[in-house]
């Protein structure tokens, strides 16, 4: 797979060899293959998209085809090292339950987002249109998309929940961007823990 | 076009044991044949063979065409030149299961101690002693393990024992529309099955053999309820309707729902191939079918010994195996750090689905198929 997301390595870092990984809305496993790759991970995805569970199939990825609308009752607490949700938390009905469910099955969740307020977003609005980019390449009437969040509603919502945020990376395509990320930033990354365990 | 993915005409082999099985009943079968096929070709490696195992009403006949009846395959959509489980690459073979009665020994043949037929004392035969003697037949034919065991419903009990049994004779386990036990609903419907055949009174406590005759109601109305099973309320409903044979109520006992008329065909065309103490006994292993009983219904414990990689496969309107009970093997493999991918195909046609040809279906079975390594 010659594919790589800039993302990819940010979240391989945050990882240690031989973890057990689920994918929440893995795709084509492409994130998951590549993780097996350098990080040798134990790793599954949850893939809805009967299209997306065969690509899984072709690449040889472990997916269990569930809907994560409705949690993860059937996965034990804690079983998991890291969870992760690329780039599919604002495609997600139920924001709170599922962010309380990773953190629930995972020592620790793996989030990114496209941020909402990043300024080429702000000055679509400005111009009087919704944004369209890279990272949200949808019309307003055909988007996947349905909770339009930014970074520091993120944060917000992190503190409201009791989530420790343990690390954020924010991106401009993929370059790092350290200052004023919610409005410089069109993509951020968040490596979540629980806040009343240790950080990791 | 389509005789290019036939395996074309197909010949049964039968296979003798002479050293006794013990069963897991604490009964031991001391001889017994085993009837089986095979397609395509057992590689220099002896890598690439795959089993079928079938449910309940099925055979050693997956794939392919018997030359004098031309009856085709239980699985042909499935086995062949360039299907998902393609016989250019893999060695496929299928056992009919012992208790049944195309065959392999069971209640319809000689009871070597009598002279007479088995019957009713034919041993009860469990999923295990299935794959027990499945492993001898493999054996035989020179495989150490397995590329892949397959089974749907029944048979998919059956590759799962397999990675339980066997964990090291076979790489990869294709669970379709199973269970890791059945539910007291289904106990049930099994049970009402076995009362219709035991009750009939042309049923002779299992002995009918002798009498000439055969237990054709009762086994006709088992096999009506199961057939209710099979299908989803959907299906049915969309096949059937409440469509009259008279277009008015005619007020009479007679067929007047052409559901009806459909059960009773289907009924009455099982009870005249099929016997009724093999219904009996695969029924009961249905039953008796729970590998977590040992590990105080733990199953993650009990698959603590697999070492083998899954495909679980379940359908959205299959309500006798739904899809919540796939889930549950998919959920114990993943706890047990086993590779297992899971898809729940979205097809009306109930727990039937899994004989069917579905484009999703095969696709995923393709894919997976074709990752398997030799």
Redesign the interface.
């Known amino acids: 797979m010659s594919f790589q997301r800039y993302d990819y390595d940010v979240i391989a870092n945050w990882i240690e060899p031989g973890e057990?990984i689920l994918d929440l809305g893995c795709g084509d496993g492409s994130l998951l293959r590549y993780l097996g790759e350098v990080r040798q991970v134990?790793g599954?995805g949850v893939e809805k998209d009967?299209e997306r569970?065969?690509a899984?199939?072709?690449n040889?990825?472990?997916?269990?085809?569930?809907d994560m609308e409705e949690g993860l009752a059937?996965?034990?607490d804690g079983?998991f090292d890291h969870v992760i949700m690329s780039l599919s938390l604002q495609a997600m009905h139920n924001t709170q339950g599922i962010l309380k469910e990773m953190l629930r099955v995972g020592r620790e969740a793996v989030v990114s987002f496209p941020n909402f307020a990043y300024w080429r977003h702000r000055q679509a609005i400005l111009n009087g249109h919704m944004p369209v980019s890279k990272n949200l390449p949808h019309q307003w009437y055909n988007t996947p998309n349905i909770r339009f969040f930014t970074i520091a509603d993120f944060d917000d919502l992190c503190a409201q929940e009791g989530i420790a945020i343990r690390e954020r990376l924010a991106f401009d395509e993929d370059k790092v961007i350290t200052d004023e990320p919610n409005f410089l930033a069109s993509v951020a990354l968040y490596r979540l823990g629980r806040s009343d365990t240790p950080t990791g | 076009m389509k005789e290019q993915h036939s395996v074309g005409i197909v010949v049964p082999q039968t296979a003798h044991f002479s050293d006794p099985l013990p069963l897991k009943s604490g009964g031991v079968l001391p001889q017994y044949d085993l009837v089986y096929e095979t397609y395509g070709t057992l590689n220099a490696a002896r890598s690439n063979a795959v089993l079928v195992c079938h449910a309940l009403s099925g055979s050693h006949h997956v794939a392919g065409k018997h030359a004098e009846s031309g009856a085709e395959g239980w699985w042909d959509n499935l086995v062949g030149p360039g299907k998902p489980l393609d016989t250019r690459r893999f060695f496929v073979i299928g056992v009919n299961n012992l208790g049944g009665c195309y065959g392999s020994s069971g209640p319809n043949c000689i009871n070597p101690a009598t002279g007479k037929p088995w019957g009713a004392d034919f041993p009860f035969v469990t999923v295990e002693d299935w794959v027990d003697a499945q492993a001898r037949l493999a054996d035989r034919l020179g495989i150490e393990r397995f590329a892949a065991v397959v089974g749907g419903s029944l048979g998919g009990m059956q590759a799962l024992s397999w990675t339980l049994q066997y964990p090291d004779r076979v790489a990869h386990a294709l669970v379709i529309a199973s269970a890791p036990k059945l539910t007291a609903q289904n106990i049930a419907f099994n049970e009402v099955a076995r009362q219709a055949i035991l009750k009939d009174p042309e049923f002779h406590g299992g002995h009918y053999y002798e009498h000439g005759v055969v237990p054709t109601r009762g086994l006709a109305l088992a096999r009506m309820i199961g057939h209710i099973t099979y299908l989803s309320d959907d299906a049915m409903g969309q096949k059937f309707g409440r469509a009259l044979r008279h277009d008015k109520p005619v007020f009479s006992y007679d067929v007047e729902f052409e559901i009806e008329s459909y059960l009773r065909y289907q009924g009455d065309k099982f009870a005249g191939f099929f016997d009724a103490n093999t219904y009996l006994l695969t029924t009961k292993a249905l039953d008796y079918y729970d590998p977590a009983f040992a590990y105080n219904g733990d199953l993650v414990a009990a698959l603590g010994r697999a070492k083998a990689d899954y495909?679980v496969v379940s359908f959205s309107t299959d309500w006798r195996f739904a899809p919540s009970r796939s889930?549950e093997i998919?959920?114990a493999l993943?706890?047990s750090?086993r590779?297992?991918?899971?898809?729940?195909i979205?097809c009306p046609a109930g727990h039937d689905s899994f004989l069917l040809d579905d484009p999703?279906y095969h696709?995923?079975l393709r894919?997976?198929i074709?990752?398997i390594r030799l």
């Open positions: 057990r134990r599954y009967p569970v065969l899984c199939a072709r040889g990825i472990n997916v269990i085809q569930i059937g996965f034990d079983f | 495909l889930r998919v959920y993943m706890h750090d590779r297992v991918s899971y898809t729940e979205d999703q696709g995923v894919a997976y074709d990752n």
